[in-house]
T-cell receptor, first 114, second 111 residues
């Protein structure tokens, strides 16, 4: 089955620790995205990548880092510099970055920092 | 970027037709209108996209008037499983990364 997979579904970390969220897709998509969603809110763009070995900051990149070494993988690291990391994180991919292409989302990772 | 305005919430009953209107007064010539659906604790799912007039697929219809300053997502004969948040997105220039998922419209379908 083709799709986009995020793992783990739930993640708990202590304050001050870095944590990496996994996102893998086997759809052969060039573009990948990371969003953050807080309760009752919409999605906010953290980082996006239009092609392998390239990525750009989104609206709320501070405290996060990404890499895009492989086409199918776009991991997100939540660093200790992120002041309020507890949230629902969503990864998405699309054939390319044009708005006319459909974006496919993963099931999300719910991160709780205690 | 074109800003969108949607109702925060809507209520309906099973079997009814639901119309969710999105206002986008500043829509640009190249902008497309896209709707996504999100269930709790899941990622959004693409529903439909259009540029002008009417678009229909197996899930919904999208009505866009000539001035394109608004659009209406129509869900025929909703069921309980249509309870979700519906997002209206408008954009084109700059690519997908500039699409903004606002708070959307929470649709509650009751028996």
């Amino acid at each position: 089955d083709g799709g986009i997979t995020q793992s783990p579904k739930y993640l708990f970390r202590k304050e001050g620790q870095n944590v990496t969220l996994s996102c893998e897709q086997n759809l052969n998509h060039d573009a990948m995205y990371w969003y953050r969603q807080d309760p009752g809110q919409g999605l906010r763009l953290i980082y996006y990548s239009q092609i392998v070995n390239d990525f750009q900051k989104g609206d709320i990149a501070e405290g996060y880092s990404v890499s895009r070494e492989k086409k199918e993988s776009f991991p997100l690291t939540v660093t200790s510099a992120q002041k309020n990391p507890t949230a629902f994180y969503l990864c998405a991919s699309s054939i390319d970055s044009r708005v006319t292409t459909e974006a496919f989302f993963g099931q999300g990772t719910r991160l709780t920092v205690v | 970027l074109a800003k969108t305005t949607q109702p925060i919430s809507m209520d309906s009953y099973e079997g009814q037709e639901v119309n969710i209107t999105c206002s986008h007064n500043n829509i640009a010539t190249n902008d497309y209108i896209t709707w996504y659906q999100q269930f709790p604790s899941q990622g959004p799912r693409f529903i439909i996209q259009g540029y002008k007039t009417k678009v229909t697929n197996e899930v919904a219809s999208l009505f866009i008037p000539a001035d394109r300053k608004s659009s209406t997502l129509s869900l025929p004969r909703v069921s309980l499983s249509d309870t979700a948040v519906y997002y209206c997105l408008v954009g084109a220039s700059g690519g997908y990364s500039t699409l903004t998922f606002g708070k959307g419209t929470m649709l509650l379908v009751s028996p």
